[in-house]
């Protein structure tokens, strides 16, 4: 059985940072995501010990968030690269890299653009009705107790 | 001087994971915007320990991503709100929520729905380009070096 960091709680976001909050693990998979995938240049650029990341790196596989291949044989090193269920956790990526620049602005701007390939428009995360396709403010989200809460709602309100 | 959790890192991912990236930080702000203010409630309701609450909760109003206010005084009893800061990350926690439903499905459905509010279609993230106003894939993402990264970019590709 895995090991449940938040063993009480029927939640995706829980669920979610059991496999990705630990300290280091989305700076890790932002690296990969950003085209760093050998385990030497990893270290380099996050300036983490190998043990840590070897850990870190252990846990996201078993995860299925990335993959290792073998890249040099004698010895033997290692890349990673993200899986499709990876490659899904770039709008959660993106939703703390805005945050970031909106509110710890550097002084000289976005350390990082996300642009729209041929575009070259800046690219936004935006709440969006799956039915009446408009764009929806957060103000106007109702966070309802779902199927898979089975009638345990311990919040009073909608959000 | 802040501490700094990720000293070498020029970047606002890793900034904000400085604010909100701790064990349970992002659980309590959920509750918090799903109407779970006060103290004794989020004690409960997160099954934590009072001491590593009351922890997070001042890290958090340090930040300016919650503010306290009591509403009761003797004993004197504090509840909690997001500020427009705080409230700005429901795109991360929606983001988390969306990729636990879709990776770590409960057997039942997903515990929670985010319904955009009198239409009641189901809220999803979307990459948006500023420019051309389209939706935009991942994969048509270009991660590029921005004016705030002072001409040290250690990655070798956009993502």
């Given at each position: 059985?895995?090991?449940?960091?938040?063993?009480?709680?029927?939640?995706?976001?829980?669920?979610?940072?059991?496999?990705?909050?630990?300290?280091?693990?989305?700076?890790?998979?932002?690296?990969?995501?950003?085209?760093?995938?050998?385990?030497?240049?990893?270290?380099?650029?996050?300036?983490?010990?190998?043990?840590?990341?070897?850990?870190?790196?252990?846990?996201?596989?078993?995860?299925?968030?990335?993959e290792r291949r073998p890249y040099q044989q004698r010895p033997e090193r290692f890349a990673y690269t993200a899986t499709p269920k990876g490659r899904?956790?770039?709008?959660?990526?993106?939703?703390?890299?805005?945050?970031?620049?909106?509110?710890?602005?550097?002084s000289d701007g976005p350390p990082r653009l996300m642009l729209h390939r041929g575009c070259g428009g800046a690219v936004r995360q935006q709440l969006?009705?799956?039915?009446?396709?408009?764009?929806?403010?957060?103000?106007?989200?109702?966070?309802?107790?779902?199927?898979?809460?089975?009638?345990?709602?311990?919040?009073?309100?909608?959000?």
């Open positions: 059985m895995l090991h449940s960091d938040y063993p009480e709680q029927t939640c995706s976001i829980a669920r979610s940072l059991e496999a990705v909050g630990e300290r280091w693990t989305l700076l890790i998979l932002r690296d990969v995501l950003l085209g760093t995938t050998r385990f030497d240049d990893l270290v380099e650029s996050l300036g983490i010990t190998r043990t840590v990341l070897a850990r870190r790196l252990d846990h996201l596989v078993e995860e299925g968030v990335l899904a956790l770039g709008g959660v990526l993106t939703a703390l890299m805005h945050w970031g620049d909106a509110y710890y602005p550097a969006t009705c799956t039915v009446c396709a408009e764009r929806v403010d957060g103000a106007d989200v109702d966070a309802v107790p779902g199927p898979g809460l089975g009638g345990r709602d311990l919040h009073r309100t909608g959000v």
